[in-house]
């Protein structure tokens, strides 16, 4: 049985893995401006984002079973989520520059807030309970 930390986490990376795929779908050109190759190469997209499906899998193991390494792995990388407001900040201010389109930009300082609020509640979770404690 899953606790609502772990549950959160999941369900984040349900979503994340949607996106991914949608953003694929409907705008590849954002996987090659990432991967610094030509529009249209669908065979190295589509292993990129094998790739990544493998690993975020390998992260839900983790959290289904409650591995101690991968909930500090998550909690440190879900904190360094709010790296990337300021960063779409200056993006869409022109400060810093991309090629990915604006919403693209919104999106991803969106997810940073996301991930804040996530890593906040393993946090707090945490102090009650321990590792992978429900907040």
């Known amino acids: ?9 999941i369900g984040f990376f349900v979503a994340a893995l949607i996106s991914l795929g949608a953003i694929l779908a409907f705008e590849p050109a954002i996987y090659a401006n990432v991967l610094k190759v030509p529009s249209g190469s669908n ?19 983790g959290v289904y079973r409650r591995w101690r390494w991968t909930f500090w792995l998550i909690v440190i ?3 360094a989520g709010i790296l990337r407001v300021p960063a779409s900040i200056l993006e ?27 890593g906040l509640a ?13 907040f």
């Open 1 to 9: 049985m899953i606790n609502r930390s772990q549950g959160l986490v």
């Open 43 to 61: 065979a190295l997209e589509a292993a990129f984002l094998s790739a990544l499906t493998a690993f975020i899998a390998f992260l839900s193991i």
């Open 77 to 79: 990388a879900f904190l």
């Open 92 to 118: 869409l201010t022109g400060t810093l520059p991309t090629r990915d389109p604006g919403w693209y930009v919104v999106f991803q300082g969106v997810i940073g807030v996301i991930q804040l609020a996530i």
């Open 122 to 134: 393993l946090l707090r979770g945490f102090r009650r309970a321990g590792v992978w404690g429900s």
